[in-house]
């Protein structure tokens, strides 16, 4: 790419392998804009014509909604058990 040469470079990030997979890496100024960390989750959506990809942060759970989803699942086990085979 040598219309890139010499001129800022923070658009463009090259693929990489990492172990059986590939990767781009996220500069430290992207994951301070981002607010991610290592071993956050992300949602990814490609677009129709495989031209772009769009990460967004998964939306953070509150400790009393997991519980309250956690009581009724519990609460509802034997109908969630019925309804699975359906």
Same mark, same amino acid.
């Given at each position: 790419?040598?219309?890139?040469?010499?001129?800022?470079n923070?658009?463009?990030?090259?693929?990489?392998?990492a172990?059986?997979?590939?990767?781009?890496?996220?500069?430290k100024?992207? +994951?301070?804009?981002?607010?991610?960390?290592?071993?956050d989750? /992300?949602? *990814? !959506? &490609?677009?129709p014509?495989?031209?772009?990809? +769009?990460?967004?942060?998964?939306p953070?759970?509150s400790?009393? /909604?997991? *519980? !309250? &989803?956690?009581e009724?699942?519990?609460?509802?086990?034997?109908?969630i058990?019925?309804?699975?085979?359906?």
């Amino acid at each position: 790419m040598d219309f890139l040469k010499g001129k800022e470079n923070n658009k463009t990030a090259k693929v990489f392998k990492a172990g059986n997979s590939e990767a781009i890496r996220l500069t430290k100024q992207d +994951t301070a804009i981002f607010k991610v960390k290592p071993g956050d989750q /992300v949602i *990814k !959506e &490609v677009a129709p014509d495989g031209m772009s990809i +769009t990460f967004k942060k998964m939306p953070e759970v509150s400790e009393d /909604v997991k *519980k !309250e &989803v956690s009581e009724i699942l519990n609460e509802d086990a034997d109908l969630i058990q019925a309804l699975k085979d359906l």
